[in-house]
C-alpha cells in the first residue's frame, strides 16, 4: 500500500502546497488502491479513472502557474451515489435509476469541483437512502473494512467504509435520520450532519425533504471541518437554504477547548438496549471530557423516546410522495411498454421491477398513514410529536451548550443479520433521528473499540441549530485526548484489508 493513502486530507494538503507530491500522484495511488481493495469492500459503485485524473492534473497546472488553489485542492474524495453528477451515473442504489446520467451537477458537486477536490466515483449505498447496513443496494452489499462479514452501516456505507479502507480521505454522505453518522460509529470514522438548511440539497435526490441534509465525512475532526466549510452556505437553489454565514468549524476543529463548557448526557439514549461495550466506551469518554474541564450535567429528553416511531410515520410518508415521481413515464425505467399494455400496467410493472422491498414497504407505509381517515391518527399525531422533541431540545440547550449520546446502539452486526427485520434494522437509528426531525447538527466520531467485539464505537455530539462549530470544538478536544491515551488514530489498530 503507498503511504500515501495513509495520510488524511490535512496532511495530504500540506505535501500538494509544498509541492512535495502532485495530485496526479496521490490521486493515482487512491486508484490503485481501490483496484487492490474494492472487489472485497465494494464501497464503490462507479470509479471515474479519467475524470479523477484530469481534475488532478487540472490542480497541478494551476499550481505550477502560481494561480491560489482551495486547501483540499488535489485531494481525493468518495461520494455517495445520491447527488447529481453531470456526465456520470447517479443510481441512488436503485434499478430505478441504473441509467441515468445526469445532465447537471448538484450544488454540493460544484463547490467540490471548484475547490478542486478530485471526486474518485460514487459511493454505495441502500436504495434510496433506506436502511442502516447498506444491504439494501440494489447492485450488492458494502462490507465494513474492520471485518468484511459485518455492514459499514447505512444508508452511506460505501462513503464510510471507503475511509475505513484508506481508499479516500475525504468522502461525502446524506442524512435523514442517521446516514452519515450511524455508518461513521461502526467503521470508526468521522461524520457530521450538518444544521437542516446548511448545505444546499439542490441536485440530490430527495428522501424525505423536511429531514434531508448532506454532511462531510473524513478520519479526523479537523479534516470533516474542512470539507464542511467546502460545501457549506447559501444556496438560491435549495428554498430551504439558510443565508447567513457558515459556522466557523475548522477554527473550532483546530481550537478544541472545552474548559467550562456544559455538557448534558441524554438520559433516554444509551441506557437499555446498548450494547454493554458500548455503553462502557461511551461513560469512559465522559470521563474524559470532564477531565478536560467541561461540566457534565445528566439531561432528560422525554420525548425522544418517541422520535423513533414519529419518524417512521413522518419519512414514509415525505417519501412516498417524493417517489412518486419514478411512475416508468417521466423519470427512469420503463418496463412493459411494448403497446399492449395501459399506463397503470407499465407503471405497475415497471414499480415492481425497479423498486426492492424496503423501498415499496416505506411507499406503502407512507401512502396508508397519509390516507383520508387516518392522516390525523398517524401522520398528525407524529409531527405533534416532532414539535416535542424540538421543545426538548430547545429546553436542554438552554442548560447545556452540546447533548451527548452513543452514536449507535451496537458496534456493526453481521451482514443478513437483520435483514429479514424491518424493525431490528429501524432501531439502529434510535440516537441519531432526533436531531434530524428538530433541524439540528450532530456529530459521530470514534471513541474506542467495544471490549467484546474490537470493533469501532461512536460518540453522537448534538448542537443547537447553527452551532455546528460546537460539535467541531467537543469532537476536537475528545479526540486529542483520545489519540494520545490510545497513542495512534483508531484505524491503525484495524488488521486491515
Ligand atoms: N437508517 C435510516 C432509514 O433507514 C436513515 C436513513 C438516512 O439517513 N438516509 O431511514
Known amino acids: ?46 470509479i471515474d479513472t479519467e475524470g479523477a485524473l484530469q481534475a488532478a492534473s487540472v490542480v497541478d497546472s494551476k499550481r505550477a502557474a502560481g494561480e491560489t488553489v482551495g486547501s483540499l485542492a488535489g485531494v481525493p474524495l468518495g461520494l455517495k451515489d445520491i447527488l447529481a453528477t453531470k456526465g ?57 473494512p474492520w471485518d468484511l462479514e459485518r455492514i459499514p452501516g447505512g444508508s452511506g456505507g460505501g462513503s464510510s467504509a471507503c475511509l475505513a479502507a484508506f481508499e479516500a480521505p475525504l468522502a461525502i454522505g446524506t442524512d435523514t435520520g442517521g446516514s452519515i453518522r450511524q455508518p461513521a460509529a461502526v467503521t470508526g470514522t468521522v461524520g457530521v450532519k ?41 444556496d438560491p437553489m435549495d428554498q430551504t437554504s439558510i443565508n447567513a454565514p457558515v459556522p466557523a468549524v475548522v477554527a473550532a476543529a483546530k481550537r478544541g477547548d472545552i474548559k467550562g463548557m456544559k455538557i448534558g448526557v441524554v438520559r433516554e439514549l444509551g441506557g437499555e438496549g446498548y450494547q454493554a461495550g458500548v455503553r462502557q466506551r461511551f461513560d469512559e469518554a465522559v470521563v474524559i471530557l470532564e477531565s478536560l474541564g467541561a461540566e457534565i450535567v445528566e439531561v432528560s429528553c422525554p420525548s425522544f423516546d418517541y422520535a423513533l416511531a414519529a419518524y417512521y410515520l413522518i419519512l414514509p410518508s415525505e417519501c412516498s410522495s417524493n417517489l412518486a415521481k419514478f411512475d416508468g413515464i417521466r423519470f427512469g425505467l420503463r418496463v ?69 449520546s452513543p452514536t449507535a446502539p451496537t458496534t456493526a452486526f453481521k451482514i443478513g443479520e437483520k435483514l429479514d427485520d424491518p424493525m431490528a434494522m429501524y432501531l439502529n437509528d434510535i440516537a441519531t433521528i432526533p436531531v434530524n426531525l428538530a433541524g439540528l447538527p450532530g456529530m459521530s466520531l470514534p471513541i474506542g473499540l467495544a471490549p467484546e467485539d474490537n470493533l469501532p464505537v461512536g460518540m453522537q455530539i448534538m448542537a443547537p441549530a447553527m452551532a455546528d462549530d460546537r460539535l467541531y470544538n467537543v469532537g476536537a478536544a475528545l479526540e486529542r485526548a483520545l489519540v494520545a491515551q490510545w497513542g495512534a488514530p483508531i484505524l491503525n489498530s484495524m488488521a486491515g484489508v
Request: aromatic letters at 8%; a negative charge.
Open 1 to 46: 500500500m503507498s503511504e500515501l493513502v495513509r495520510k488524511d486530507a490535512s496532511e495530504l494538503s500540506a505535501l500538494l502546497s509544498a509541492g512535495e507530491v502532485s495530485a496526479v500522484e496521490v490521486t493515482q495511488a487512491h486508484l490503485d488502491r481501490i483496484t487492490q481493495v474494492d472487489g472485497a469492500i465494494h464501497a464503490f459503485l462507479h
Open 336 to 404: 412493459g411498454d411494448d403497446g399492449s399494455r395501459s399506463v397503470e400496467q407499465v407503471m405497475s410493472q415497471t414499480r415492481a421491477a425497479g423498486f426492492g422491498d424496503e423501498v415499496i414497504r416505506r411507499i406503502m407505509l407512507g401512502t396508508y398513514a397519509l390516507s383520508a381517515g387516518y392522516y390525523d391518527a398517524y401522520y398528525g399525531q407524529a409531527q405533534k410529536i416532532r414539535t416535542l422533541v424540538a421543545q426538548d431540545f430547545a429546553k436542554a440547550f438552554s442548560q447545556v451548550d452540546v447533548l451527548i
Open 88 to 144: 456520470l451515473p447517479t443510481t441512488v442504489g436503485s434499478k430505478m435509476l441504473e441509467n441515468w446520467i445526469p445532465p447537471y451537477d448538484a450544488t454540493v458537486v460544484t463547490r467540490l469541483r471548484e475547490a478542486g477536490i478530485v471526486i474518485l466515483g460514487k459511493t454505495n449505498m441502500d436504495e434510496f437512502a433506506m436502511g442502516s447496513s447498506t444491504e439494501h443496494s440494489a447492485f450488492g452489499p458494502t462490507h465494513n
Open 194 to 234: 450538518p444544521t437542516y438548511g446548511g448545505v444546499s440539497r439542490y441536485g440530490a435526490v430527495a428522501l424525505a425533504s423536511s429531514l434531508d441534509q448532506i454532511g462531510p465525512c473524513a478520519r479526523t475532526v479537523l479534516d470533516t471541518a474542512l470539507l464542511h466549510e467546502v460545501i457549506a452556505g447559501f
